[in-house]
């Protein structure tokens, strides 16, 4: 019965971590989004085939992210230290659907964010000294 109930706190947690990392991203609090980030962490965009290395790029990605862009989270589902979040995702009057899957370091932190959204598309200019393409 200890392991099952350890495997419901990792999850609970896992959950926590998740629904942290939107509520920061909704609020521009870029010291408390680095608290849940690893400092390795990597984060990509299949979509525009782009990858950020580091939290510090990371953090500045998105604290320069054009527009008034607004997050909620739809639905959260997590295993472990896995965990995938379903987002509504606002941009003025324009909506869209995307899915954002999170992968925990054994610390708990988060290690690999990776953003699914629903068309691929070209990046904006002006993001290229943050990102790598492939």
């Not at 295993?79 to 054994?106: F, P």
């Not at 959204?117 to 393409?133: N, T």
Request: net charge negative; charged share 30%; aromatic share 10%.
């Amino acid at each position: 019965m200890g392991g099952s109930v350890r495997g419901v706190d990792e999850v609970a947690a896992t959950r926590q971590v998740a629904t942290a990392y939107v509520n920061d991203l909704e609020r521009r609090d870029w010291s408390g989004l680095a608290v849940l980030l690893a400092d390795d962490v990597v984060y990509e965009m299949p979509q525009t085939r782009e990858r950020i290395r580091g939290k510090a790029r990371f953090l500045q990605f998105n604290s320069e992210y054009p527009g008034d862009w607004h997050l909620r989270a739809r639905r959260v589902v997590a295993d472990g230290q896995l965990a995938a979040v379903w987002l509504d995702v606002r941009v003025g009057a324009e909506h869209q659907d995307a899915c954002v899957w999170l992968e925990l370091s054994e610390h708990g932190l988060i290690s690999r964010i990776v953003d699914y959204w629903p068309e691929p598309y070209e990046p904006p200019a002006g993001r290229e000294h943050l990102v790598e393409r492939w």
